[in-house]
């Protein structure tokens, strides 16, 4: 038996949906040469991770290889992929390959970080291949919600592994490549080790929709429009952003793109050849003069981001442009579980206004980037992989896919993020597990999860705050009265009294009998201090807050 293996390794993007990021090894033992797949970021909520900007995987087991680490290869251009790749230049260091499409925007992104763009090299698709250490890699074309998105064909001495990336089976994508069955059985042909596959839509029993599909509905509902029309959808999704603005001309409106993210990859499509044609548009300030009927606008925020720009209109002007009673405004896209709170306060603040707010409950007007069941079932028999790992989904995802995998002969498993499988043999086993997690950018500092600031953050918005402040003169004897300052507590509480002064009265009495040993200890005392504040508080208002004390001692 051969002492080298090949293995496979979740850092992120496996139990859950988003920041993805996959190393693949093969060398002996501990000693593997190393690439990445994909680095990508999730997005915060205010319940769980309040203020913070972005949430990536914890690469510091990669971070500590960083000699074995030979390339990083972008599947495709979406946050969840790419999103992470400039924040984590500097401690990887390794050189990026992506297809041109996601190149440009992995580059534009590089640039805003002060990084070398030519860090990140083009890419040609399949059959060329990029060697790195033991390892030959080739972008396999896929269809997905993005332009030039990629499968890898991972060549390696102990054989080829598919990686699927996200991707759907759709034979007219408008954009970008269709589907191609005798490409993947040409990649299959000389044998498969290894399926590492998509799980997204596993429970969708339906065979997947193409793009070219909600083309003509799209163009229906406009047409029949009486207002300006409003449509929202991924800006990412460049064939749905083309097949919006086509329907707009065709209904004989003027097309207007609004916010930055939409224009920056109609741009980067632009550059890289992905669109060859786009209809016409106009600026923000020339629809100013043109009457409302004749207007479309498409615009950014379809999962209800506060800033973007259907979250602005929603709430007033955006641009100098607002919408009116009898505009119709289209959510082309699906809503992704855990922002429907956002899209629904959106909804809700345009139908105040009066405005139509049509979503994709019908089907109609938006299709999913990800295969369904029957197409996962598709591409197992086509690749005929001798096992499959499933990837990119919440555990359910994965636990269906790998039954999925079973029911059809192939042997499949549940690899979570940290669990480092070993695909050397006729089957995927355990190598061992490692300790893996979240890193959140907080403004322009990266955090651990568990560094405790966004815990202590989320206990300030629970509980409120008090600051206590004491002074000492030389004897250690209390030099007039503590004082407390408060945020984010009620001003007064069940005594009636102001909550400040019952707190301070509450100290001072304290301190008028503390012992010596506790004055002169500072710990002792701002334990005892933060204590009397919690149990008072507790008493007046029901909370026990956050309490910081500053003892200031005259020498």
């Known amino acids: 038996m051969s002492s080298e293996r090949l293995i ?43 203020g913070v900007d972005l949430i990536f995987a914890d690469i510091t087991w990669l971070k500590e290889r960083v000699d074995r680490l030979e390339a990083i290869f972008v599947t495709h251009a979406h946050e969840d992929h790419v999103g992470a790749v400039a924040h984590c230049y500097e401690a990887l260091g390794a050189p990026v390959y992506a297809r041109a499409f996601t190149a440009n925007i992995a580059r534009r992104k590089m640039e805003e970080h002060g990084h070398p763009e030519d860090a990140v090299m083009t890419a040609s698709s399949w059959p060329e291949q990029i060697s790195a250490g033991p390892f030959k890699v080739g972008f396999l074309p896929v269809s997905h ?52 596959c998509d799980s997204t839509n596993v429970f969708s029993s339906h065979p997947g929709r193409s793009e070219s599909e909600v083309g003509p509905e799209i163009t229906k509902l406009v047409a029949g429009a ?38 920056r990859m109609i741009e980067a499509s632009i550059e890289t050849g992905v669109l060859g044609d786009f209809p016409k548009v106009i600026s923000p300030e020339e ?38 009673e009898g505009d119709l405004f289209l959510f082309s896209s699906k809503t992704i579980p855990g922002n429907e709170r956002g899209v629904i306060r ?36 086509v690749v005929d992989p001798q096992m499959v790992i499933p990837m990119h989904g919440e555990h359910r995802h994965l636990r269906e896919h790998a039954k999925l ?54 206990r300030m918005a629970l509980n409120g705050h008090v600051t206590v402040t004491v002074i000492l003169d030389e004897e250690d004897e209390p030099l007039g009265e503590p004082w407390c300052d408060t945020m984010g507590l ?32 500072d710990d002792r005392l701002e334990e ?13 208002i029901g909370k026990k807050p956050e309490v910081t004390v500053v003892v200031s001692r005259m020498r």
């Open 8 to 50: 496979y390794l979740p850092l992120g993007g496996a139990g859950e949906i988003g920041m993805n990021a996959y190393v693949y090894g093969y060398g002996k033992p501990d000693e593997e040469r190393l690439i990445l797949v994909d680095l990508g970021v999730a997005f915060p909520d205010m319940d769980t991770t309040p």
């Open 145 to 196: 919600s993005i332009p030039e998105s990629a499968g890898l064909v991972i060549d390696t001495p102990a054989g080829r592994v598919v990686h699927s990336g996200d991707f759907k089976l759709d034979p007219d994508p408008v954009v970008g490549e269709a589907f191609d069955p005798d490409l993947w059985a040409e990649v299959a042909k000389p044998g498969v080790r290894a399926l590492v």
């Open 226 to 263: 009486s207002g300006m029309v409003v449509a929202t959808t991924f800006a990412s999704n460049v064939a749905r952003v083309k097949t919006l603005a086509e329907a707009g001309e065709r209904a004989g409106r003027s097309v207007v793109l609004l916010g930055r993210a939409m224009r």
């Open 287 to 324: 629809a100013a003069h043109i009457p409302r009927e004749n207007l479309m606008l498409i615009v950014t925020g379809s999962q209800g981001e506060r800033r973007a720009a259907s979250a602005q209109l929603a709430r007033g002007k955006y641009r100098g442009l607002e919408v009116k």
């Open 346 to 381: 959106i909804i809700n603040q345009f139908s105040e206004k009066g405005v139509d707010v049509v979503d994709d409950s019908s089907g109609l007007y938006h299709v999913s980037g990800h295969a369904n069941r029957p197409d996962l079932e598709r591409v197992h028999q």
């Open 405 to 458: 995998a079973e029911a059809g002969g192939r042997p499949g498993i549940v690899a979570v993020n940290g669990m480092m499988l070993d695909l050397s043999g006729n089957a995927p086993s355990v190598a061992k597990y490692i300790e893996t997690g979240r890193t959140y950018l907080d403004g322009s500092v990266k955090v651990g999860a568990m560094d405790g600031v966004v815990r202590d953050r989320i």
């Open 490 to 521: 009620p001003e007064t509480g069940t005594s009636r009294a102001a909550l400040v002064e019952v707190l301070e009265e509450d100290l001072n009495q304290f301190l008028m009998r503390a012992e010596a040993k506790t004055l002169r200890d």
């Open 528 to 540: 005892s201090l933060r204590r009397i504040v919690r149990q008072t508080a507790q008493g007046e």
